[in-house]
C-alpha cells in the first residue's frame, strides 16, 4: 500500500465534546494514559475557564498557555495515530468549538449519567448534525447516582435528536455499581474504584455464563439478562455504516475518572471512527489521498508573545503530504509560502515537523498573514467550505476613546476579527461600527487585547438586539423592499454581506411572515 494511503487509514482525528463538567478533560486525560502520551493522571491541565471566573480575563489570560498545549494532542495507540482537538469548555466561546468541529473527522460525547442532555451539548450536537460528524456517546460518572440507563438512552435520542444503539451496558449505578457488559465485545469489566488502574476483566461466553453470577451475584444478573433482552428487542443490531453518516450513536456507559470503561470505548473507537474523510472545496471535492497537499486554517492562536503580535495557525491537512520547506500556495494572497517551522503536536509536545499527513494538525508560526478559513495548497485555488459564523446574540457598538488611536484601533478589530474572536457589521444608517459575539467574555477579551496588544482604547455602548441573520432573496425588488422597509436595521458583513438586525424574536418572525420572498439564514454558510 501506498505510504500516503497507509498513513491515512491509521489516522482518527476527534474532538470530544460536552457541557463543562461532564468529565472531558478527565476523559481526555484517560486516553492520553493509554497512549502512553503521559504517564500519572492529572497531567492534563483542563483547559476550561472555571466557573468561578466567569468574568475574569486575567484568568483567562493565564490558561491561554495552557490550552495551547492542549489544543492538539497526538498521540499513537496500537497501529493508530490519535488526534484529539480540544475545544473550550467555556460557552462563551461556543465559536471557537463550532470550528475545530469543522476540522474534526469524529465526535465522542460525554454525558454525565446524573444531569444527561446539557445545554451545551445540544447546542454542539446541532453542529455535529449539520455536518453529517459521527458521533459516539460516552455516559460518565456511574460510580455516583444517577438515572436510569434506559431514561438516559430516550433523553440522548430525543434531545440530540440521533438514534442511539448501547453498545455496554451497566450494572447498577452508583454506590451499587458493580462493572459493564460490553456488548461489542461480549466480555465482563467488573468495577474497582481506582484512579490510576484498569479493573479486571472477566472472560465469559455469553451472556447466560455462569461466571457473570460468580461475580457480580445471581440478582444483578438477572436483571442484566432482562436488560439485554430488552435492549436486543428494541435496538436494532449495531450497524457501522448507520454510525458513519451521523445518522447513529453508539453509547458507552463508565467512569473516566476511574479509567473504567475507557479502554472500552478507546477500543471500539480506533476501529470504527472514520479516517481522514474528504473535504469540499467550493470548486470540488477534495480526496485525502490526492498526492496534492491541500489544507486549510480553523482556528488562529494569538499573543504567544505579547511583544511581537506572534501567533499560531492552525492546519488542518486535507489531502496529500505537508512538507517543512516546500512551497504552499496561499490562496486568498496568491502569495507562495515556506515554513520553516511548522509544529506538531505530540504528546502534549510541540515538535517541529518535516511532515504531515491527512487528518493531522500543523501549527505554523504566523505574524498576521492568516485568516480563519484560508486556504494552503501545492497550487490549485481551492476555498474549502464549512466555516460557518452563526448569528451572534450579544451585540455593542464599539467607540474609540482615544482620537489619536484610531488607525491602531482599526487594525486591531480588523485582526482580531480574523482570527474569529467576533464578528463586525457596520450599521448602515448611522455608519457605526457593531460586534456582536455569543457571549460577554468576548467584549472583555476584545477591549484587553486591543489596549494590550494594539494600544488602543475603546468603549462599548449597550446595543439590545435579538440577532443578526444573513438576508438575501432571488428577487431583487423584494430585497430593495426589504431593505427600504427596515432601513434602520440594517448592516453588512465584513464581507459586504446583507445583514438584518432584529431587536426582537417577535420582530424577526413578523419580518419573515411579511416578506416570503427574503431568505433569512442563521449562519454565514449559506
Ligand atoms: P469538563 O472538562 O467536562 O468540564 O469536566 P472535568 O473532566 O473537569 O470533570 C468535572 C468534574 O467531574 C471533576 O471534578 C472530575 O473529577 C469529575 N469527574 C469526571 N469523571 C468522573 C467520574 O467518572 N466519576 C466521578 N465521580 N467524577 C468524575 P471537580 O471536583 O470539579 O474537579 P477536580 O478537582 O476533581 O479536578
Known amino acids: 500500500m501506498a505510504v500516503l494511503t497507509e498513513e491515512i487509514n491509521r489516522r482518527r482525528t476527534?474532538?470530544?465534546?460536552?457541557?463543562?463538567?461532564?468529565?472531558?478533560?478527565?476523559?481526555?486525560?484517560?486516553?492520553?494514559?493509554?497512549?502512553?502520551?503521559?504517564?500519572?493522571?492529572?497531567?492534563?491541565?483542563?483547559?476550561?475557564?472555571?466557573k468561578t471566573a466567569t468574568s475574569d480575563w486575567m484568568e483567562i489570560e493565564k490558561q491561554r498557555g495552557i490550552s495551547v498545549a492542549t489544543s492538539v494532542m497526538g498521540f499513537n495507540y496500537k497501529d493508530y495515530k490519535i488526534n484529539i482537538l480540544d475545544t473550550p469548555g467555556h460557552q462563551d466561546f461556543a465559536e471557537d468549538t463550532y470550528r475545530t468541529l469543522t476540522a474534526v473527522d469524529s465526535v465522542i460525547i460525554v454525558v454525565d449519567v446524573a444531569k444527561g442532555v446539557e445545554m451545551q451539548t445540544r447546542k454542539l450536537m446541532e453542529v455535529c448534525r449539520m455536518r453529517n460528524t459521527p458521533v459516539i456517546i460516552f455516559v460518565n460518572k456511574l460510580d455516583r447516582e444517577g438515572r436510569d440507563p434506559f431514561e438516559i438512552l430516550d433523553e440522548l435520542e430525543a434531545e440530540l435528536k440521533i438514534a442511539v444503539r448501547p453498545l455496554s451496558w451497566p450494572i447498577n449505578i452508583?454506590?451499587?455499581?458493580?462493572?459493564?457488559?460490553?456488548?461489542?465485545?461480549?466480555?465482563?469489566?467488573?468495577?474497582?474504584?481506582?484512579?490510576?488502574?484498569?479493573?479486571?476483566?472477566?472472560?465469559?461466553?455469553?451472556?447466560?455464563?455462569?461466571?457473570?453470577?460468580?461475580?457480580?451475584?445471581?440478582?444483578?444478573?438477572?436483571?442484566?439478562r432482562d436488560d439485554l433482552e430488552l435492549i436486543e428487542g428494541v435496538y436494532p443490531e449495531f450497524d457501522v455504516n448507520e454510525y458513519l453518516s451521523g445518522k447513529l450513536a453508539p453509547v458507552f456507559f463508565g467512569s473516566a475518572l476511574n479509567m473504567f470503561g475507557v479502554k472500552e470505548l478507546l477500543d471500539c473507537f480506533v476501529e470504527i471512527a472514520p479516517t481522514p474523510r474528504p473535504v469540499h472545496a467550493q470548486e470540488r471535492e477534495i480526496n485525502p489521498e490526492e498526492d496534492a497537499f491541500s489544507g486549510f486554517v480553523f482556528k488562529i492562536h494569538a499573543n504567544m508573545d505579547p511583544n511581537h503580535r506572534s501567533c499560531i495557525a492552525f492546519v488542518k491537512i486535507c489531502s496529500g503530504k505537508f512538507e517543512r520547506n516546500a512551497n504552499y500556495k496561499h490562496v486568498r494572497s496568491g502569495k507562495m509560502m515556506r515554513f520553516a517551522a511548522p509544529t506538531a503536536f505530540m504528546a502534549q509536545k510541540k515538535n517541529i515537523v518535516d511532515e504531515a499527513y491527512p487528518?493531522?494538525?500543523?501549527?505554523?508560526?504566523?505574524?498576521?498573514?492568516?485568516?480563519?478559513?484560508?486556504?494552503?495548497?501545492?497550487?490549485?485555488?481551492?476555498?474549502?467550505?464549512?466555516?460557518?459564523?452563526?448569528?451572534?446574540?450579544?451585540?455593542?457598538?464599539?467607540?474609540?476613546?482615544?482620537?489619536?488611536?484610531?488607525?491602531?484601533?482599526?487594525?486591531?478589530?480588523?485582526?482580531?476579527?480574523?482570527?474569529?474572536?467576533?464578528?463586525?457589521?457596520?450599521?448602515?444608517?448611522?455608519?457605526?461600527?457593531?460586534?456582536?459575539?455569543?457571549?460577554?467574555?468576548?467584549?472583555?477579551?476584545?477591549?484587553?487585547?486591543?489596549?494590550?496588544?494594539?494600544?488602543?482604547?475603546?468603549?462599548?455602548?449597550?446595543?439590545?438586539?435579538?440577532?443578526?441573520?444573513?438576508?438575501?432573496?432571488?428577487?431583487?425588488?423584494?430585497?430593495?423592499?426589504?431593505?427600504?422597509?427596515?432601513?434602520?436595521?440594517?448592516?453588512?458583513?465584513?464581507?459586504?454581506?446583507?445583514?438584518?438586525?432584529?431587536?426582537?424574536?417577535?420582530?424577526?418572525?413578523?419580518?419573515?411572515n411579511d416578506f416570503p420572498k427574503i431568505k433569512f439564514h442563521f449562519s454565514s454558510e449559506f
Open 14 to 50: 476527534f474532538a470530544i465534546i460536552s457541557h463543562p463538567d461532564a468529565g472531558k478533560t478527565t476523559l481526555t486525560e484517560k486516553l492520553l494514559l493509554f497512549g502512553g502520551a503521559i504517564h500519572i493522571a492529572g497531567a492534563v491541565k483542563s483547559n476550561k475557564i472555571k
Open 174 to 224: 452508583g454506590a451499587k455499581f458493580k462493572g459493564v457488559y460490553n456488548i461489542y465485545e461480549h466480555s465482563l469489566d467488573l468495577f474497582t474504584p481506582s484512579k490510576q488502574t484498569i479493573s479486571s476483566r472477566v472472560e465469559i461466553d455469553d451472556v447466560n455464563d455462569a461466571r457473570i453470577d460468580e461475580n457480580v451475584g445471581e440478582a444483578d444478573a438477572a436483571k442484566l
Open 359 to 512: 487528518g493531522d494538525i500543523v501549527g505554523i508560526p504566523d505574524t498576521g498573514n492568516f485568516k480563519i478559513g484560508d486556504t494552503l495548497t501545492s497550487g490549485e485555488e481551492l476555498h474549502f467550505k464549512g466555516l460557518p459564523s452563526f448569528s451572534p446574540e450579544m451585540f455593542k457598538y464599539i467607540e474609540n476613546t482615544d482620537p489619536m488611536k484610531s488607525k491602531q484601533l482599526d487594525k486591531g478589530i480588523q485582526q482580531l476579527m480574523d482570527e474569529g474572536v467576533a464578528q463586525l457589521f457596520v450599521n448602515q444608517f448611522n455608519g457605526r461600527k457593531l460586534i456582536g459575539t455569543v457571549g460577554q467574555l468576548q467584549f472583555e477579551v476584545i477591549q484587553y487585547r486591543l489596549l494590550h496588544e494594539y494600544g488602543a482604547q475603546c468603549r462599548w455602548e449597550p446595543l439590545s438586539l435579538y440577532k443578526a441573520c444573513w438576508i438575501e432573496s432571488d428577487d431583487a425588488e423584494a430585497l430593495a423592499a426589504f431593505k427600504k422597509r427596515k432601513h434602520q436595521f440594517m448592516a453588512v458583513d465584513r464581507d459586504g454581506r446583507d445583514v438584518f438586525l432584529a431587536d426582537s424574536n417577535y420582530v424577526l418572525q413578523m419580518a419573515q
